[in-house]
Every structure is written in structure tokens, then in C-alpha cells.
């Protein structure tokens, strides 16, 4: 069976796949992390800023893109990038970012994934409930070292092989099944935490403050931070981060989509239901609960750490204070939450992968479903034996922070100076039931690369930095292996481009 012969069973569970697929960990454990460290309620006004002239456009842009190369019977970014420019080799290897990077992010962020498995189980036996705050602290800490705790890579394994068996199941019969279950469980799951959060007063449980204390120091701004531009790269990250762009996922899943299907409204839809998710509920689930127990300045200093601190070694806590049997739904909430928020988010990873497999080569769906397990497998494990040597940290660099910037900085010059705006502008609005106001056509050729140049030009002192400082032995082989990959994938696109010049 062809991936030409693959198709979304409705367009809710297109719209709800989409929103899985940027609905992901970074909502509820970096936004909230990121929004005290960038002047609070401030920081809402530069992230919606980038939303509107980076994030929609973008997510657009990518739609659009995919679905014209979905015509063609492309369903990978190397060659719908290909058809935008048909005379330039070029694009084919950028377009490989688009496979490269959904594997080099799968390889950690199933790891991640892996840990909310382990602690929902903790969760059922009860296990945090007598350790304390120190014994909950040294748990993750002891979980993530492999001479001592081998259960990782139990809860790695069993991720890896859901992750796998639902891609192996097709569009409709796997990813958008799982998108349908996974997102209203999540949005549930939230709502019930938030509720929780914004509602816990203070002496309740042993509460030391109200909820809303939390809550409003969260959204209290600093109108300074404004005009410093790190918060706006910190903003214009976020958006990255929460919408899932420039990974070449939204193109593979829109390249599945009919030809006249509305993507401008389906692009909308799915962008705003991830920003509800993360500005709604991101915020009012992890601070409220944390500032509640322990306090403005602690928390403060625990965010210096990021979400993953907070998240896993501070908050498992936290809900045992509520007695066993409500710490116990609330924990399983959480970390069901934040495990239906990252497998909708890493099944979209796999899919541009055997797309091209089967694009290109002319495999089967669980052939190629598979195979991409098993270079996850590979290429994850030094994530997962190595995690505390850096191996971890080196791959969300590449991988999940500047090869997103690069891929969707050359991708929108593609398709607006290259492929045209007039085209560009043509199919995005092909089918479309909502009108686009015109604005955006200006927005998407001068406005989006202008950001997303000025995001890469910020970052480069510290890619300058990275490629400097050496690192570790661990840290020089996780560099290795990533630009193996990319060479690797790169190699074998050129091999795909060869095969059907044979075959015309």
C-alpha cells in the first residue's frame, strides 16, 4: 500500500492530530518556567506578538506547503520542497531537516516521554507518599542514572513500542485514534489540575498561600523586560517550542489532506487550541500549586532549573500533601497529562519518516513504522545511558532548538521569494472558508523572515560557542551521531532523487 493511498478519516481528527502534534511537554512545564523568568505578564505580549507574525504564518506557510507537495505525491520535505523550486537541488537537503530532525528529537523526547510512564506507576503503588520532598527530589535523580535504576529503561522500551505499534497502524487507524483519546484526556486531565491549582487556599493540605497568589505573580508584568531583546528570543523560542515548526511534521501530515480541504482555518484551529492549552491551563496547573506550598522566592529559584525540576522533582511531592487517595488522581492526572501531551507529539515525528520510506522506496506501513522504532532505538540509547553526561542536553540543542530556526528560515524564503507569494498566497487560500486579511501576505515575505533571521542571529554567539568548546567525550560522540545522521539521510535522499530520474 502506497502513502499516496493514506488519508485522515475526518477533519477533527486532522485538526486534533495537529493540535497533539504541538501540544507537547514544553506547554505545561517550559511556558509557565519561561513567563516568570521574561517579566511575567509581560512576557504574554511579545510571546502573542511572535505568535501572530511568526507562529500563524508559519503554520500557514507549512500547510500550505504540504498539501501542494501532497498533490504531487510527495508526503516528506525533501522533495515538496523539491516541487517549489524543481530546477535548484538545494532544497532537497534542506528539506532533509525534516526528517532529520523529527528522528533526533524522537530519540530524547521518547526517553522524556518514557519518565511520566514510570511515574504514573509510582503514582498507583503509592510509592512517594512516606519519601518526602528530599526523598522525591533524589528518586529522579537516581532514575536517570543507569547503574542504579534500571527501570528506565523499562518505561524507555515500553514508550518506544507503543510509539511504534500505533504508527504502524496508519493515519486514521493509529495516529488520529490516539490524537482522539489522547486530547480530550489531556484537556480533562488539565482542566481538573487547574481547577486544583487556582482553587487550593491557604492552611488546605498545608498550604502556605492561595492558589491565586501564584497565579497572580505568574501573570504580574514587568514592563521593562519588554524592551530587552532577550525576552523576545525567549518569546519567538516559545513559539518553536509550542507549535511545532519547523520540523517538517505539519508539512507531512498536510500532505495527506484533499486538495480543496480548508487549511487556513484547520492552520488556525489547530494553532489556537495549542495556545488555550498552553496559556490557559500551562499556567494555572504548575506556579499556582508550587508558589501555594512553597513560596514566591523559592519557586523563583527552582524555575533557575527549569520546568523539568519543578515538574518532576518538586510537584510528586506536592500532591502527597493532599492525602493518598486525591494525591494519587492527581498525580496520575499530571503525568497522564503530560504523557498524552508528548506521544501526540512524537507519533507526528515518525510520520514524515515513513512517509518517505514508502514515497521513495515502496515499503510497507509497518515496515516502515518499524524500522523507524528501531534508528529511534539506536539513536536514543547514549540519551538514555549517558543522560546525565550531556548527551541529553547536546541533542535538544541541535536538534529540537537551531535546526527548527534554520529549517523554517529557509523554508519561508522558499515559499515566499522563490515558490512567489503569488502562488504562495494562491494556496494557502485555495478552499479556504475564512477570509485571510491581506496583511499577512506582506507579514509572511517581509515580517516572518525578518523574525525568524533576527531569532538565528541572536542565537549564534552560543552556536559559535558550542562548536568551540569541545564539550566531553560523550558530548563530541552525541555531535558525531547527529551529523551522521543528517549525512546519512542526506545520502539516501540523493539515492531517492536518482531512482526516479530512472523512472522517468
Known amino acids: 500500500m502506497s502513502s499516496s493511498q493514506e488519508s485522515w478519516g475526518s477533519r477533527l481528527g486532522l485538526i486534533l492530530a495537529m493540535a497533539g502534534n504541538a501540544v507537547g511537554l514544553g506547554n505545561f512545564l517550559r511556558f509557565p518556567v ?94 512517594f507518599n512516606e519519601i518526602g520532598q528530599e526523598g522525591v527530589a533524589n528518586y529522579f535523580a537516581s532514575y536517570t542514572t543507569m547503574d542504579q535504576n534500571y527501570s ?23 495516529v488520529e485514534k490516539a490524537a482522539k483519546v489522547g486530547m480530550p484526556l489531556l484537556l480533562l486531565f488539565g482542566l481538573f489540575l487547574a481547577y486544583k491549582g487556582i482553587t487550593l487556599k491557604a492552611g488546605e493540605f498545608g498550604a502556605l498561600l492561595d492558589g491565586t497568589v501564584g497565579l497572580n505573580f505568574l501573570w504580574t508584568p514587568n514592563f521593562d523586560s519588554i524592551w530587552n531583546t532577550e525576552v523576545w528570543l525567549a518569546a519567538a523560542g516559545q513559539i518553536f517550542f509550542t507549535l511545532s515548526v519547523g520540523m517538517g511534521s505539519i508539512q507531512c501530515y498536510a500532505a495527506y489532506v484533499r486538495s480543496k480541504q480548508d487549511i487556513a482555518l484547520n492552520a488556525m484551529s489547530a494553532g489556537w487550541m495549542n495556545e488555550f492549552v498552553e496559556v490557559v491551563l500551562g499556567s494555572s496547573i504548575l506556579i499556582p500549586i508550587a508558589i501555594g506550598y512553597l513560596g514566591v522566592d523559592q519557586v523563583v529559584e527552582l524555575t533557575k532549573s527549569g520546568g523539568l525540576g519543578l515538574g518532576f522533582k518538586t510537584l510528586p511531592y506536592l500532591f502527597t500533601q493532599w492525602g493518598s487517595l486525591l494525591g494519587a488522581v492527581a498525580g496520575i492526572c499530571w503525568f497522564g497529562l503530560l504523557f498524552f501531551a508528548g506521544i501526540t507529539s512524537s507519533l507526528a515525528m515518525g510520520t514524515p519518516v515513513m512517509a518517505f520510506l514508502r514515497d521513495e522506496f515502496g515499503w510497507g506501513r509497518r515496515s516502515s513504522a518499524w524500522t523507524f522504532g528501531l534508528i529511534v532505538l539506536l539513536l536514543g540509547a547514549p540519551t538514555v545511558f549517558f543522560f546525565n553526561e550531556g548527551v541529553f542536553d547536546e541533542y535538544d540543542y541541535w536538534a529540537g532548538t537551531v535546526s527548527l530556526v534554520l529549517f523554517a528560515l529557509l523554508e519561508v524564503i522558499l515559499f515566499a521569494w522563490i515558490f512567489g507569494m503569488d502562488q504562495g498566497w494562491k494556496e494557502i487560500n485555495e478552499g479556504a472558508d475564512m477570509k485571510i486579511p491581506s496583511i499577512y501576505r506582506f507579514i509572511i515575505k517581509y515580517v516572518t523572515p525578518f523574525i ?25 560522540g552525541a555531535r558525531l551521531l547527529l551529523l551522521a545522521l543528517y549525512a546519512g539521510i542526506a545520502f539516501v535522499v540523493y539515492l531517492a532523487y536518482r531512482r526516479r530520474k530512472a523512472r522517468a
Request: glycine share 12%.
Open 452 to 476: 525568524l533571521l533576527a531569532v538565528f542571529l541572536g542565537s549564534l554567539p552560543d552556536i559559535l560557542f558550542k562548536i568551540q568548546n569541545p564539550g566531553n567525550i560523550y558530548v563530541q
Open 152 to 174: 528506565a529503561i523499562f518505561f524507555w522500551l515500553i514508550c518506544l513500542f507503543l510509539n511504534t505499534y500505533i504508527l504502524s497502524k496508519g493515519l486514521s487507524g493509529g
Open 34 to 127: 519561561q513567563a516568570i523568568q521574561h517579566g511575567g505578564g509581560a512576557f504574554i505580549i511579545p510571546y502573542l506578538v511572535c505568535f501572530l507574525l511568526m507562529g500563524i504564518p508559519l503554520l500557514w506557510v507549512e500547510w500550505a506547503t504540504g498539501r501542494f507537495g501532497g498533490k504531487k505525491g510527495n508526503h516528506s520535505t525533501p522533495f515538496i520542497l523539491h516541487e517549489l523550486d524543481p530546477k535548484r537541488a538545494l532544497w532537497k537537503y534542506v528539506g532533509v531537516f525534516g526528517i532529520f530532525t523529527n528522528i533526533a528529537v524522537a530519540a530524547y523526547y521518547c526517553y522524556l516521554e518514557s519518565w511520566t510512564l514510570n511515574y504514573i506507576w509510582i503514582f498507583i503503588q503509592g510509592g
